[in-house]
Nanobody, 123 residues
């Protein structure tokens, strides 16, 4: 399986970006997905997770109410809509696929990772 993340870039504080993660190589709809981020010198941080059909989602407190995870199984793609971006949001953002159809809030639950996409926020 391969995951290809895209959509990162530069946004102003208070602005929005939408990240996409396209999956190939296995039945996408069988697996839960997640988004994480890692800033320089910091550990990888969980952001959001979604189960196989999009019916269950969980968010980290740091992004709850600002970020929305969603998926389109017909397009084998998971999204992260990021609104109200803050100066503390810059990082490399990663999508990942779970080993199961549920949700996961720790990196150890995921067995496949995308290559990451850089998000920068200007104040």
């Amino acid at each position: 399986v391969q995951l290809q993340a895209s959509g990162g870039g530069l946004a102003q504080a208070g602005g929005s970006l939408r990240l996409s993660c396209a999956a190939s190589g296995r039945i996408f709809s069988n697996y839960g997905m997640g988004w994480f981020r890692q800033a320089p010198g910091k550990e990888r941080e969980f952001l959001a997770t979604i189960n196989w059909n999009g019916g269950i989602t969980y968010y980290a407190d740091s992004v709850k109410g600002r970020f929305t995870i969603s998926r389109d199984n017909g397009k084998n793609t998971v999204y992260l809509q990021m609104n109200s971006l803050k100066p503390e949001d810059p990082a490399v953002y990663y999508c990942a696929a779970l080993r199961s159809a549920g949700t996961g809030r720790t990196a150890q639950q995921y067995d496949t990772w995308g290559q990451g996409t850089q998000v920068t926020v200007s104040s």
